[in-house]
């Protein structure tokens, strides 16, 4: 009788935990999430990030507070979320970097597999090559030649040691065999007023980041790093027409987690992204800075990472990339 009453009080108590489980799940959130955004204002990031906030937020219920908070070429804001309680309520929208820097890096205070949960990846863009006006080409094709006939005599920007513009530039290099030297900074918008002064000469930037200055021409865009045009940019070439077989570089984007999230939390932040993602408004707003939405699910979320860890950790060995290039 006593094992019969010992059972049926465990029983009992699994019932009560699940429950009360399920309930949790039902009512989040009940407070506001914060959204980590791991740069600088003036980019990509900073851009989709507070669309993502705002539409997810109309579709959870609650709001969403997208907050910048830069450094180390997106790990500060990473590992700030990676330590964060595993709960829903601090997520953070990351680019290849969060794939680049594990490698890149002689170390990173999170395990990226291990440490965080990938809510789904979210949207998929191509950068655009942009150069100095003070440069004398018109396109790829003169500006490959002009970067070779001149070794060692460019300078190329990016958002900061291990961003996705820094291993463009680094790829573009391996390729074409151009000697050119990195000069990191906080953001990619912080880049131009350099670019334009001809104290850097190119860079590979985010769209959003691009825009403002490509479209009165203090800057030159003459690719953009996807397989097809970009809209944004219908009239450039991309660099795979432009000559250059197969380069193909995509500023893809995710949300992540502290591991450990909760499955029914983990579902329902995925299912009201996806929902805010198919908001005709929302397709608007980022297709505005050559934006698609790509949403996947969790297990295609954790594939498709495995593949770009896979292909940035080539790049890195190949050319013998540290931290200080």
């Known amino acids: 009788m006593k094992s019969k009453n010992w059972i049926a009080l465990v029983v009992g108590s699994a019932i009560a935990v699940a429950a009360a489980a399920g309930a949790q799940a039902q009512s989040f959130p009940t407070k506001p999430i914060k959204l980590v955004l791991p740069y600088s204002p003036g980019g990509i990031i900073d851009y989709v990030g507070r669309q993502v906030a705002q539409h997810l937020g109309d579709a ?9 908070r830069p450094g180390a070429g ?77 070794p060692g005599k460019l300078n190329f920007g990016s958002a900061g040691i291990g961003t996705t513009p820094h291993l463009a530039g680094e790829l573009f290099k391996q390729r074409t065999g151009v000697d050119a030297t990195h000069i990191p900074y906080r953001s990619i918008g912080q880049s131009y007023p350099d670019m334009m002064a001809n104290k850097i000469q190119f860079a590979f930037s985010s769209i959003a980041g691009a825009l403002p200055f490509t479209s009165d021409n203090r800057v030159r865009a003459i690719a953009t790093t996807g397989l097809k045009r970009s809209s944004v940019y219908p009239d450039i070439p991309t660099v795979d027409e432009a000559g250059l077989k197969g380069f193909e570089v995509d500023l893809w984007l995710g949300i992540f987690a502290p ?67």
């Open 60 to 68: 959870i219920g609650q709001p969403v507070v997208a907050e910048n």
């Open 74 to 150: 997106g790990i500060a804001g990473t590992d700030a979320v990676a330590r964060s309680a595993p709960d829903g309520y601090t997520l953070v929208l990351m680019d290849p970097a969060i794939v680049i820097n594990p490698t890149l890096q002689a170390s990173v205070p999170y395990d990226l597999f291990k440490g965080l949960t990938t809510v789904a990846m979210i949207s998929t863009s191509p950068e655009v090559l942009v150069v100095s006006p003070q440069l004398p080409v018109k396109n790829f094709s003169e500006f490959v030649a002009y970067a070779k006939a001149n």
């Open 259 to 325: 591991a450990g999230l909760p499955a029914d939390v983990h579902a329902k932040l995925s299912s009201e992204l996806k929902k805010a993602l198919e908001k005709p408004e929302m397709k608007t707003a980022l297709a505005k800075v050559g934006v698609e939405p790509r949403w996947q699910d969790q297990k295609e979320s954790a594939a498709f990472l495995k593949t770009e860890f896979d292909k940035w950790k080539k790049v890195i060995a190949d050319g013998n990339i540290k931290p200080d290039n």
